[in-house]
């Protein structure tokens, strides 16, 4: 769908607009820019990617996904840190690499939201697929809530009901 690669790529370039203005400084640094073109130029590769990855391998992917985005979870309830710079315990550092697993959650629990809704698809009114549903998503928002991590909780809910 070219056309909503191009809208992508007109709003990764707005966001590196946005970027650059929010992080000017005097003496001209190009740090946070970079960094974010890099990023930008990763999602880009990953999308490219994308197009060739097997709906079916998608789906077999789902419930390690869920199961992995628990156990971070879990893990960043045990071992977080950055309270003090950030004001929550929402990164984990594993060797070099600080991360934050709640954004890593977010893909997680789309895949298996996704995987779940299609195979329950002709029971999603029923009450217990509903309470099923709930109890499944309820698990890691809370376990983001605990951290305390509000707003990536927030997109998480807000996530969950436009896919439901």
């Not at 590196?16 to 203005?21: C, E, F, I, K, N």
């Not at 789902?62 to 309830?77: G, W």
Request: charged fraction near 10%; proline fraction near 4%.
């Amino acid at each position: 769908d070219w056309v909503l690669f191009l809208v992508t790529l007109l709003l990764c370039g707005l966001g590196l607009v946005a970027v650059r203005s929010a992080t000017y400084r005097q003496d001209h640094s190009l740090s946070p820019i970079l960094t974010q073109m890099i990023a930008t130029g990763l999602g880009i590769v990953v999308i490219f990617l994308f197009q060739w990855v097997d709906i079916d391998a998608l789906r077999k992917l789902a419930i390690p996904a869920y199961l992995l985005t628990l156990f971070l979870l879990v893990a960043t309830l045990l071992f977080g840190f950055g309270r003090e710079q950030w004001g929550a315990d929402s990164w984990l550092k594993i060797g070099p690499v600080i991360f934050q697993p709640a954004e890593i959650a977010k893909l997680g629990i789309i895949f298996f939201l996704a995987w779940l809704l299609e195979r329950y698809r002709h029971r999603l009114n029923q009450p217990t697929t509903v309470l099923l549903l709930a109890a499944m998503m309820a698990v890691p928002v809370l376990l983001i809530l605990k951290q305390p991590d509000l707003g990536t909780a927030a997109t998480l809910i807000f996530l969950i009901a436009m896919m439901i």
